[in-house]
């Protein structure tokens, strides 16, 4: 998986590309864990994923009880496939999908 981030500010937008699963989510909840102190606008863009497991599903759940507390989250590019995966675990109605 390749995450790419671009900063604004206080706004932070990470781009994932690739297989967001048991592998590859410790190294996205790392990038999130150093990168989120001062951000009060977080842009998760999965566009580019292919697929996501429960272990990628959980750290975008932590991003979101971080960004809850001190900002806001959203997450664009979402596929049809990742979406059917976002409606079925009800992830669909916690997160901000634009």
């Known amino acids: ?6 900063a604004e500010g206080q706004k932070l937008t990470i781009t994932l590309e690739g297989r967001l ?7 996205l909840e790392k ?3 150093s990168s989120l102190s001062d951000v009060t606008e977080l842009v998760i863009n999965i566009s580019g994923l ?3 497991s429960s272990a990628g599903l959980r750290v975008l759940l932590s991003a979101q009880k971080i960004m809850n507390k001190q ?3 959203s997450v664009t590019g979402v596929t049809e496939d990742i979406m059917e995966i976002f409606e079925v675990t ?6 901000n999908i634009v």
């Open 1 to 6: 998986m390749t995450i790419n981030k671009a």
């Open 21 to 27: 699963d048991t592998t590859t989510s410790p190294d």
């Open 31 to 33: 990038e999130l864990q």
């Open 50 to 52: 292919e697929y996501i």
């Open 71 to 73: 900002g806001e989250m």
């Open 90 to 95: 009800g992830f669909s109605d916690i997160l």
